[in-house]
């Protein structure tokens, strides 16, 4: 696709009135069609994302390029956004006083991409409640022990994550309730409004959260760190590199998240 192509396609964007957004994704169906993998057809993509539209209403009030931007990513990852299966997620919010949508993988999405690698023998997050036997310890000999009480467990205090590479290397991490909470206030842009996934999942973010920390100590390959990269970022412009076809690979590192805004 020409440079020329893609500015004439990014000014249609901004031309395009918000209450034709279902019409603007419709045309884009051609480049949909190139991103998608053999796995999802383009004709399903769409009906997922106009539910997504139809169930928060609010992303129709976003930027197209930043909704277009936000298709892409999960296009290009094979991932169902909105859906039950809590892949990834269209979020809507103000951006400097702009309504724009940001791409977010889910909990299940994410170990996906980790089996995706095929360096990843295991990887799972674990809920550690009040009542539950649970130990761990860091340094030069680590342990971690968890052992779910039989009834009554209380409330939710710790979440783990564990991962073991197919070459037999290991890793854990630990966060606590708070670790959690306090994690979500500072790097999540909309976690109090009823569409994020803080709100409606909030133990599959907690597992996401922690899981997305461990594997900072595990041996990343370019395409999952490329992947990993993309979650909770925002599209502005619309440019060749989301029209690349899902098994290119592009050079990349894990981004370290920003904090959301005051």
């Known amino acids: 696709m020409t440079q020329t192509a893609i500015q004439n396609m990014e000014q249609r964007a901004v031309d395009k009135p918000r209450k034709t957004v279902q019409d603007l994704i419709r045309q884009m169906m051609p480049?949909?069609?190139?991103a998608l993998p053999a796995t999802i057809t383009p004709e399903r993509f769409t009906r997922i994302v106009l539910s997504a539209i139809s169930?928060?209403?609010?992303?129709?009030?976003?930027?197209?390029?930043?909704?277009?931007?936000?298709?892409?990513?999960?296009a290009q990852l094979g991932m169902e956004a909105n859906t039950p299966l809590g892949q990834c997620y269209l979020i809507p919010y103000k951006n400097h006083n702009v309504n724009e949508v940001q791409f977010q993988i889910g909990y299940k999405g994410l170990i996906d991409l980790a089996y995706r690698s095929g360096e990843v023998q295991t990887i799972q997050a674990q809920t550690?409640?009040?009542?539950?036997?649970?130990?761990?310890?860091?340094?030069?000999?680590?342990?971690?022990?968890?052992?779910?009480?039989?009834?009554?467990?209380?409330a939710p205090a710790y979440y783990y994550a564990i991962f073991r590479t197919k070459?037999?290397?290991?890793?854990?991490?630990?966060?606590?309730?708070?670790?959690?909470?306090?994690?979500?206030?500072?790097?999540s842009k909309a976690a109090n409004r009823g569409f994020s996934p803080w709100s409606t999942n909030f133990d599959e973010m907690a597992k996401k959260t922690v899981i997305k920390k461990v594997l900072k100590?595990?041996?990343?390959?370019?395409?999952?760190?490329?992947?990993?990269?993309t979650d909770e970022t925002i599209k502005s412009t619309i440019t060749e590199d989301m029209f690349a076809q899902p098994d290119e690979t592009i050079q990349g590192e894990l981004n370290d998240e920003v904090p959301a805004e005051a």
Not at 31 to 34: C, D, G, L, M, S
Not at 55 to 67: D, G, I, V, Y
Not at 128 to 154: M, Q, S, T
């Open 167 to 187: 070459s037999g290397g290991y890793n854990f991490e630990v966060m606590s309730i708070e670790d959690v909470t306090d994690h979500r206030d500072k790097f």
């Open 128 to 154: 550690v409640y009040e009542n539950d036997e649970f130990e761990f310890e860091y340094g030069l000999e680590p342990k971690l022990k968890h052992k779910p009480a039989k009834k009554d467990r209380g």
């Open 31 to 34: 480049e949909i069609k190139k």
């Open 55 to 74: 169930t928060t209403p609010q992303l129709a009030e976003c930027t197209p390029k930043s909704l277009l931007g936000a298709m892409m990513q999960a």
């Open 217 to 229: 100590y595990a041996p990343l390959s370019t395409e999952l760190m490329r992947n990993l990269s």
